[in-house]
Protein backbone atom coordinates (compact mmCIF):
# COMPACT_ATOMS: atom_id res chain seq x y z
CA UNK A 1 0.00 0.00 0.00
CA UNK A 2 2.84 2.75 -0.72
CA UNK A 3 2.52 5.51 -3.15
CA UNK A 4 5.10 7.67 -4.22
CA UNK A 5 4.60 8.93 0.06
CA UNK A 6 4.78 5.74 2.22
CA UNK A 7 1.10 5.47 3.20
CA UNK A 8 0.70 5.44 7.26
CA UNK A 9 -1.36 2.63 8.59
CA UNK A 10 -1.60 4.36 12.04
CA UNK A 11 -5.73 4.14 12.46
CA UNK A 12 -8.52 2.10 11.13
CA UNK A 13 -12.15 3.93 11.74
CA UNK A 14 -14.81 1.65 11.36
CA UNK A 15 -17.55 3.32 9.55
CA UNK A 16 -21.05 1.16 9.48
CA UNK A 17 -23.20 1.37 6.07
CA UNK A 18 -26.17 1.26 8.05
CA UNK A 19 -27.09 5.12 8.18
CA UNK A 20 -26.34 7.75 5.11
CA UNK A 21 -24.97 10.15 8.21
CA UNK A 22 -22.26 8.18 9.36
CA UNK A 23 -20.93 7.79 5.56
CA UNK A 24 -21.03 11.54 4.88
CA UNK A 25 -19.22 11.88 8.22
CA UNK A 26 -16.44 9.45 7.05
CA UNK A 27 -15.77 12.15 4.18
CA UNK A 28 -13.95 14.37 6.65
CA UNK A 29 -11.99 12.25 9.00
CA UNK A 30 -8.34 12.35 9.20
CA UNK A 31 -8.16 8.27 9.67
CA UNK A 32 -5.34 7.03 7.95
CA UNK A 33 -7.39 4.01 6.57
CA UNK A 34 -11.08 4.23 6.65
CA UNK A 35 -13.23 0.74 6.77
CA UNK A 36 -16.48 0.38 5.49
CA UNK A 37 -18.09 -2.11 7.62
CA UNK A 38 -20.51 -4.48 5.96
CA UNK A 39 -20.15 -7.12 8.93
CA UNK A 40 -20.80 -7.00 12.38
CA UNK A 41 -22.67 -3.69 13.02
CA UNK A 42 -25.12 -4.58 9.91
CA UNK A 43 -27.72 -6.50 11.16
CA UNK A 44 -28.14 -10.16 10.47
CA UNK A 45 -30.94 -10.03 8.36
CA UNK A 46 -31.18 -10.70 4.37
CA UNK A 47 -32.72 -7.55 3.89
CA UNK A 48 -30.95 -5.10 6.03
CA UNK A 49 -27.44 -6.70 4.38
CA UNK A 50 -28.44 -5.65 0.89
CA UNK A 51 -29.58 -2.37 2.05
CA UNK A 52 -26.18 -1.51 3.67
CA UNK A 53 -24.71 -2.76 0.73
CA UNK A 54 -26.56 -0.94 -1.64
CA UNK A 55 -26.13 2.19 0.47
CA UNK A 56 -22.33 1.66 0.42
CA UNK A 57 -22.00 1.00 -3.40
CA UNK A 58 -24.08 4.00 -4.19
CA UNK A 59 -22.04 6.10 -1.32
CA UNK A 60 -18.67 4.99 -2.85
CA UNK A 61 -19.65 6.05 -6.45
CA UNK A 62 -21.62 9.13 -5.77
CA UNK A 63 -18.65 11.19 -3.78
CA UNK A 64 -15.51 12.62 -3.92
CA UNK A 65 -13.84 10.20 -1.66
CA UNK A 66 -10.23 10.11 -0.07
CA UNK A 67 -7.54 8.90 -1.59
CA UNK A 68 -8.66 5.14 -2.80
CA UNK A 69 -5.72 3.95 -0.50
CA UNK A 70 -7.38 4.95 2.24
CA UNK A 71 -10.42 3.12 1.46
CA UNK A 72 -11.10 -0.58 2.73
CA UNK A 73 -14.37 -2.64 2.93
CA UNK A 74 -15.03 -5.37 5.74
CA UNK A 75 -16.73 -8.03 4.30
CA UNK A 76 -19.19 -10.56 6.27
CA UNK A 77 -16.56 -14.06 5.93
CA UNK A 78 -16.55 -16.64 3.75
CA UNK A 79 -18.68 -18.83 6.12
CA UNK A 80 -21.78 -16.62 5.25
CA UNK A 81 -24.24 -16.78 2.59
CA UNK A 82 -23.42 -13.02 2.16
CA UNK A 83 -20.23 -12.99 1.13
CA UNK A 84 -20.11 -13.97 -2.35
CA UNK A 85 -22.34 -11.14 -3.31
CA UNK A 86 -20.29 -8.60 -0.57
CA UNK A 87 -16.96 -9.53 -2.57
CA UNK A 88 -18.70 -8.89 -5.77
CA UNK A 89 -19.96 -5.45 -5.22
CA UNK A 90 -16.35 -4.40 -3.45
CA UNK A 91 -14.51 -5.86 -6.43
CA UNK A 92 -16.96 -3.70 -8.92
CA UNK A 93 -15.91 -0.72 -7.04
CA UNK A 94 -11.91 0.42 -8.24
CA UNK A 95 -11.82 3.00 -5.35
CA UNK A 96 -11.98 0.32 -2.61
CA UNK A 97 -8.05 -1.14 -3.07
CA UNK A 98 -8.36 -3.01 0.16
CA UNK A 99 -10.82 -5.86 1.74
CA UNK A 100 -10.90 -6.65 5.57
CA UNK A 101 -11.88 -10.11 5.89
CA UNK A 102 -13.01 -11.55 8.86
CA UNK A 103 -12.80 -15.21 10.68
CA UNK A 104 -9.91 -15.77 8.40
CA UNK A 105 -9.29 -19.21 10.54
CA UNK A 106 -6.49 -20.83 7.87
CA UNK A 107 -5.23 -20.64 4.67
CA UNK A 108 -8.11 -22.43 2.67
CA UNK A 109 -9.92 -19.39 3.81
CA UNK A 110 -7.80 -16.88 1.88
CA UNK A 111 -7.84 -19.55 -0.82
CA UNK A 112 -11.60 -19.07 -1.31
CA UNK A 113 -11.51 -15.66 -1.07
CA UNK A 114 -8.72 -15.07 -3.59
CA UNK A 115 -10.76 -17.31 -5.94
CA UNK A 116 -14.16 -14.51 -5.85
CA UNK A 117 -11.09 -12.32 -6.39
CA UNK A 118 -10.02 -14.04 -9.85
CA UNK A 119 -13.54 -14.72 -10.45
CA UNK A 120 -13.88 -10.73 -10.69
CA UNK A 121 -10.85 -10.07 -12.92
CA UNK A 122 -11.44 -13.27 -15.58
CA UNK A 123 -15.05 -14.16 -15.39
CA UNK A 124 -15.94 -10.72 -14.78
CA UNK A 125 -13.64 -8.45 -16.07
CA UNK A 126 -15.08 -5.95 -12.85
CA UNK A 127 -11.41 -4.45 -12.65
CA UNK A 128 -8.40 -4.03 -14.98
CA UNK A 129 -5.51 -6.74 -13.66
CA UNK A 130 -2.56 -3.84 -14.60
CA UNK A 131 -4.05 -1.79 -11.70
CA UNK A 132 -2.97 -1.71 -8.29
CA UNK A 133 -3.37 -5.38 -6.36
CA UNK A 134 -6.19 -5.36 -4.19
CA UNK A 135 -4.93 -6.23 -0.24
CA UNK A 136 -6.52 -7.96 1.95
CA UNK A 137 -6.30 -7.84 5.70
CA UNK A 138 -6.86 -11.05 7.31
CA UNK A 139 -8.69 -10.60 10.80
CA UNK A 140 -7.70 -12.95 13.52
CA UNK A 141 -10.31 -13.66 15.95
CA UNK A 142 -10.08 -17.76 17.10
CA UNK A 143 -8.09 -19.97 18.57
CA UNK A 144 -8.11 -21.90 15.26
CA UNK A 145 -6.64 -18.50 13.99
CA UNK A 146 -3.70 -18.40 16.36
CA UNK A 147 -2.73 -21.96 15.63
CA UNK A 148 -2.69 -21.59 11.95
CA UNK A 149 -1.16 -17.91 11.91
CA UNK A 150 2.03 -18.73 10.14
CA UNK A 151 0.34 -20.74 7.71
CA UNK A 152 -1.89 -17.82 7.14
CA UNK A 153 0.72 -15.00 7.55
CA UNK A 154 2.84 -16.86 4.80
CA UNK A 155 -0.41 -17.16 2.39
CA UNK A 156 -0.12 -16.42 -1.11
CA UNK A 157 -2.81 -16.65 -3.98
CA UNK A 158 -2.11 -19.17 -6.51
CA UNK A 159 -2.89 -17.00 -9.03
CA UNK A 160 -0.52 -14.35 -7.67
CA UNK A 161 -0.75 -10.71 -6.48
CA UNK A 162 -2.21 -9.26 -9.66
CA UNK A 163 -5.29 -11.50 -9.98
CA UNK A 164 -5.60 -12.79 -6.84
CA UNK A 165 -4.87 -10.42 -4.37
CA UNK A 166 -2.39 -9.72 -2.08
CA UNK A 167 -2.16 -10.49 1.77
CA UNK A 168 -0.75 -6.57 3.77
CA UNK A 169 -2.01 -7.08 7.30
CA UNK A 170 -3.10 -9.12 10.36
CA UNK A 171 -5.84 -7.94 12.21
CA UNK A 172 -6.57 -8.74 15.88
CA UNK A 173 -10.34 -8.81 16.46
CA UNK A 174 -10.10 -9.03 20.95
CA UNK A 175 -13.67 -9.37 21.40
CA UNK A 176 -14.24 -12.31 19.23
CA UNK A 177 -10.93 -14.29 20.23
CA UNK A 178 -12.36 -13.82 23.95
CA UNK A 179 -15.18 -15.20 23.17
CA UNK A 180 -13.78 -17.98 21.26
CA UNK A 181 -11.38 -18.93 23.62
CA UNK A 182 -13.20 -18.02 27.10
CA UNK A 183 -10.78 -15.43 27.90
CA UNK A 184 -11.56 -12.58 30.38
CA UNK A 185 -10.97 -9.11 29.39
CA UNK A 186 -9.59 -6.91 31.75
CA UNK A 187 -8.28 -3.61 31.91
CA UNK A 188 -4.78 -4.61 31.94
CA UNK A 189 -4.79 -6.91 29.05
CA UNK A 190 -2.20 -9.18 30.57
CA UNK A 191 -4.75 -12.29 29.39
CA UNK A 192 -3.89 -10.84 25.91
CA UNK A 193 0.25 -10.07 26.00
CA UNK A 194 0.79 -13.98 24.49
CA UNK A 195 -1.66 -13.65 21.74
CA UNK A 196 -0.44 -10.20 20.54
CA UNK A 197 3.02 -10.04 20.98
CA UNK A 198 2.76 -13.81 18.93
CA UNK A 199 0.51 -11.65 16.18
CA UNK A 200 3.39 -8.92 15.68
CA UNK A 201 6.19 -11.13 15.82
CA UNK A 202 4.52 -13.93 12.89
CA UNK A 203 3.24 -10.33 10.88
CA UNK A 204 6.88 -9.24 11.11
CA UNK A 205 8.46 -12.34 9.78
CA UNK A 206 6.31 -11.83 6.86
CA UNK A 207 6.62 -8.18 5.96
CA UNK A 208 3.29 -7.79 7.37
CA UNK A 209 1.24 -4.78 9.16
CA UNK A 210 0.08 -5.97 12.84
CA UNK A 211 -3.04 -3.68 13.50
CA UNK A 212 -4.21 -4.08 17.20
CA UNK A 213 -7.68 -4.51 19.17
CA UNK A 214 -10.24 -1.81 19.32
CA UNK A 215 -10.74 0.03 22.57
CA UNK A 216 -14.12 -0.70 23.76
CA UNK A 217 -14.40 1.78 25.73
CA UNK A 218 -14.59 4.92 23.09
CA UNK A 219 -14.90 7.30 25.97
CA UNK A 220 -11.95 7.50 28.31
CA UNK A 221 -9.24 8.73 25.73
CA UNK A 222 -6.54 8.64 28.42
CA UNK A 223 -6.97 4.85 28.56
CA UNK A 224 -6.96 4.49 25.09
CA UNK A 225 -3.70 6.34 24.66
CA UNK A 226 -2.19 3.85 27.62
CA UNK A 227 -3.23 1.14 25.43
CA UNK A 228 -2.16 2.80 22.14
CA UNK A 229 1.36 3.01 23.80
CA UNK A 230 0.85 -0.10 25.00
CA UNK A 231 0.18 -1.70 21.75
CA UNK A 232 2.97 0.46 19.68
CA UNK A 233 5.69 -1.30 22.53
CA UNK A 234 4.57 -4.50 21.48
CA UNK A 235 5.44 -3.42 18.58
CA UNK A 236 2.23 -3.32 16.38
CA UNK A 237 2.11 -0.72 13.81
CA UNK A 238 -1.79 0.71 14.27
CA UNK A 239 -4.79 0.34 15.86
CA UNK A 240 -8.35 -0.10 15.36
CA UNK A 241 -11.31 2.87 16.39
CA UNK A 242 -14.79 2.58 16.38
CA UNK A 243 -15.55 6.03 17.15
CA UNK A 244 -14.27 9.29 15.28
CA UNK A 245 -12.78 10.69 19.05
CA UNK A 246 -10.85 7.43 19.02
CA UNK A 247 -8.76 8.72 15.91
CA UNK A 248 -6.64 11.83 17.08
CA UNK A 249 -5.21 9.92 19.95
CA UNK A 250 -4.68 6.57 17.70
CA UNK A 251 -2.55 8.87 15.07
CA UNK A 252 -0.56 10.85 17.70
CA UNK A 253 0.92 7.84 19.59
CA UNK A 254 1.55 5.44 16.56
CA UNK A 255 4.62 7.73 15.66
CA UNK A 256 7.75 7.98 17.62
CA UNK A 257 7.80 10.84 20.05
CA UNK A 258 10.31 13.66 19.52
CA UNK A 259 12.58 12.29 21.91
CA UNK A 260 12.55 8.83 20.09
CA UNK A 261 13.26 11.15 17.25
CA UNK A 262 16.00 13.27 18.31
CA UNK A 263 17.90 10.19 19.65
CA UNK A 264 17.15 8.73 16.24
CA UNK A 265 18.56 11.98 14.63
CA UNK A 266 21.54 11.80 16.52
CA UNK A 267 22.78 8.14 16.20
CA UNK A 268 22.46 8.44 12.18
CA UNK A 269 24.78 11.48 12.81
CA UNK A 270 26.89 10.59 15.10
CA UNK A 271 27.85 7.21 12.20
CA UNK A 272 27.93 9.52 9.59
CA UNK A 273 30.81 11.18 11.32
CA UNK A 274 32.59 7.72 12.04
CA UNK A 275 32.46 6.56 8.87
CA UNK A 276 33.52 9.56 7.43
CA UNK A 277 36.37 9.01 9.66
CA UNK A 278 37.17 5.73 8.97
CA UNK A 279 35.39 4.21 11.42
CA UNK A 280 33.13 1.14 11.97
CA UNK A 281 31.21 1.97 15.04
CA UNK A 282 30.82 5.24 17.84
CA UNK A 283 29.46 5.94 21.20
CA UNK A 284 26.56 8.00 21.83
CA UNK A 285 26.13 9.78 25.09
CA UNK A 286 23.43 9.45 27.32
CA UNK A 287 21.54 12.01 29.23
CA UNK A 288 22.76 12.05 32.69
CA UNK A 289 25.58 10.71 32.11
CA UNK A 290 27.36 7.73 30.08
CA UNK A 291 27.70 6.36 26.49
CA UNK A 292 26.04 3.82 24.57
CA UNK A 293 27.81 2.25 22.08
CA UNK A 294 26.07 2.54 18.37
CA UNK A 295 25.97 -0.50 16.66
CA UNK A 296 24.12 -2.05 13.30
CA UNK A 297 20.72 -2.81 14.99
CA UNK A 298 20.55 0.65 16.47
CA UNK A 299 20.84 1.86 13.25
CA UNK A 300 18.56 0.26 11.67
CA UNK A 301 16.01 1.07 14.26
CA UNK A 302 17.63 4.67 14.10
CA UNK A 303 16.51 4.73 10.61
CA UNK A 304 12.90 3.67 11.23
CA UNK A 305 12.10 5.94 13.64
CA UNK A 306 13.23 9.07 10.68
CA UNK A 307 11.51 7.04 8.03
CA UNK A 308 8.10 6.91 9.64
CA UNK A 309 8.15 10.60 11.36
CA UNK A 310 9.20 11.71 7.80
CA UNK A 311 6.13 10.24 6.37
CA UNK A 312 4.17 11.47 9.39
CA UNK A 313 5.21 15.27 8.73
CA UNK A 314 7.13 15.25 11.87
CA UNK A 315 9.79 17.41 11.94
CA UNK A 316 13.40 15.92 12.27
CA UNK A 317 15.92 17.93 14.11
CA UNK A 318 19.65 18.76 12.84
CA UNK A 319 21.80 17.76 15.17
CA UNK A 320 25.73 17.48 15.34
Sequence with gaps: MRANKEQ???????????????LEKSLTTPSDVIIYDLEDSVPPSP???????????????????????????????????FFAEDILQAMRLPCVRTLVMPKIHSAQDLDQVSEEIFLAYKGHKFRNPDGPAVQIVA?????????????????????GPALGGQLSALLFAAEDYCADTGIIRTTSRQELLYTRSHIVVIAKAFGLKAIDMVCVNYKDLQYLRDECEDGRRLGFTGK??????????????????????????????????????????????????????IDAPMIKQAENVVRIAKAAGLPIPDVE
Design 240 to 293: QAIHPSQVEVIQSTFVPSSKEILRAARILRQMEKAHLSHKGAAGLELEGGGMEM
Design 139 to 159: SIESAKAMYNLGPIASWTSRY
Design 47 to 81: ADKKGARGRLTHFLTANKLPSHERIAVRLNSTATP
Design 8 to 22: LGRSYLYVPATAERM
